[in-house]
């Protein structure tokens, strides 16, 4: 099973940030959280991933709380093209595989 | 195009016959996945190899279902006796996981099945 909760669905407004949260109360103290989005009809997408350090790239930025137990997915700028699943994963740096849960389905509005 | 690919991307076959997928990862990465997904949910583990052993396979993989990477580069995974349960996209991933290396997943674009 999954080990992250997330709300089922977002919207956001096109050129407004998006902020979609994640639990991860239960992860441990080797494991990463990473983000990954899927557009419709096509295979999920790396966004970005953390360990305790916020971090940004070209596509997003992710906040992790100090206590490990919860994070923060940023679209800086959302486009329509941003409108996806998004879902967050806790996985050791060297397991086996990533466990996906049902993610957050954002619509971009324009 | 150097993404991970999958072949073919679409296949409708009837109940009872066999289907084969092939997967070829990025050339260089030593993991490759196998993930069922069905509609509105998300991706389901079913097996992942490292380099040509197969290392870990999930419950969801019934003995219909076999997963094979001879030479430690593509990938085929092929069902038997299809059912109509068995309709959903089949995404195969890879990753190169090392020292330097995070090992975040780079997924194709799937095979879709239909049985009817």
């Known amino acids: 099973d999954a080990k992250t909760t997330q709300p089922p669905s977002m919207d956001c407004a096109e050129g407004r940030a998006a902020n979609l949260p994640c639990n991860h109360s239960t992860i441990s103290g080797n494991e990463y959280v990473y983000w990954y989005r899927q557009i419709h009809s096509q295979g999920p997408q790396y966004i970005i991933h953390?360990?305790?350090n916020n971090e940004t790239n070209e596509m997003a930025s992710l906040i992790i709380t100090e206590d490990r137990k919860s994070s923060t997915l940023i679209l800086p700028h959302a486009t329509l093209r941003d409108t996806a699943v998004y879902y967050c994963?806790?996985?050791?740096?060297?397991?086996?595989?990533?466990?996906f849960g049902p993610g957050t389905r954002l619509s971009v509005l324009p | 195009d150097t993404g991970v690919s999958q072949d073919p991307r679409h296949k409708i076959t009837k109940r009872g016959q066999n289907v084969t997928f092939r997967c070829d990862p990025i050339s260089e990465h030593n993991r490759l996945y196998w993930y069922r997904q069905t509609l509105g949910q998300g991706p389901e583990f079913l097996t992942y190899f490292q380099n040509e052993a197969q290392l870990e396979k999930s419950r969801l993989l019934s003995d219909r279902f076999s997963a094979e990477r001879p030479k430690g580069s593509f990938s085929t995974l092929e069902i038997q006796r299809t059912e109509q349960g068995d309709s959903a996209m089949y995404l195969c991933a890879s990753s190169l996981v090392g020292t330097l290396n995070t090992g975040e997943l780079f997924f194709g674009e799937g095979s879709r099945l239909t049985v009817l």
């Open positions: 953390g360990l305790k």
């Open positions: 994963i806790v996985r050791a740096y060297y397991g086996q595989n990533f466990v």
